[in-house]
C-alpha cells in the first residue's frame, strides 16, 4: 500500500471533509491536511484550492500524487477504490459491502445524507422564526424516514450494514454532529 503524497484540503467545520478524515482514519492511511483559513467569511479560497477544484471551489479536496480528487463521496470512493480490502482481516475496514446489491444499497443511502440531510441544515440556517421550525420539522421527518428503512435492512446495528463503518455511515456522522451544533 502506498500512501504517501496524501493531502487533503480541508474546512475546520466541514462534515464533507470530516467524513473524508473519517474514512482516511478508518484505513489507516496517512496523510497531511491543509486547511483553508476559516476566520473570514466568505472564506478566502487559496490557490491550491482553486486549482484543484476549478469546478466548485470548495472542501474537499483529496490530492493523492499529485492528482486531485473532488467531492466527498467522490473522494471516499477513490479511497476504497485505491486501497480496498486485500484479505478477510481487512474486510472490517472495507468502506462498501462486497455484494453489487448491498453496495448500491449503501451507495444510495450515503447519498441521501449527503444531499438531504445538508439541504435541511442549510434551511435551518437561513431561515427564521416559523421557517426554522418547519426546516426542523423536515429534518426530524428525515431522522424517522431514515430510522424506517434502516430497520427493514437486515445487517444489525449498529452501523448500516452491521458491525463497521460504511460510507453511509462516514457521511452520516459529520452531517448529524454538525446539525447538532447549529
Request: glycine letters at 2%.
Amino acid at each position: 500500500m502506498d500512501h504517501e503524497h496524501i493531502t487533503l484540503l480541508s474546512l475546520p467545520p466541514s462534515p464533507f471533509a470530516m467524513s473524508v478524515k473519517m474514512a482516511l482514519a478508518e484505513k489507516g492511511i496517512k496523510y497531511e491536511v491543509f486547511e483553508e483559513e476559516a476566520a473570514t467569511f466568505p472564506v478566502v479560497k487559496t490557490d491550491l484550492l482553486l486549482r484543484s477544484n476549478p469546478v466548485h471551489k470548495q472542501v474537499p479536496v483529496l490530492i493523492h500524487r499529485g492528482l486531485p480528487v473532488a467531492e466527498s463521496l467522490v473522494i471516499l470512493e477513490y479511497i476504497e477504490q485505491t486501497w480496498p480490502a486485500s484479505d478477510e482481516l481487512d474486510l472490517r475496514k472495507a468502506l462498501l459491502p462486497q455484494s453489487p446489491y448491498e453496495r448500491s444499497v449503501a451507495q444510495f443511502w450515503a447519498d441521501f445524507c449527503n444531499k438531504k440531510f445538508w439541504e435541511t441544515s442549510l434551511l435551518i440556517m437561513k431561515k427564521l422564526d416559523g421557517e426554522q421550525i418547519q426546516a426542523w420539522n423536515d429534518t426530524a421527518q428525515l431522522y424517522i424516514t431514515l430510522d424506517r428503512e434502516m430497520r427493514k435492512l437486515p445487517y444489525g446495528k449498529p452501523f448500516f450494514f452491521g458491525e463497521h463503518l460504511t460510507i453511509p455511515d462516514l457521511v452520516l456522522a459529520p452531517l448529524v454532529s454538525w446539525m447538532s451544533d447549529t
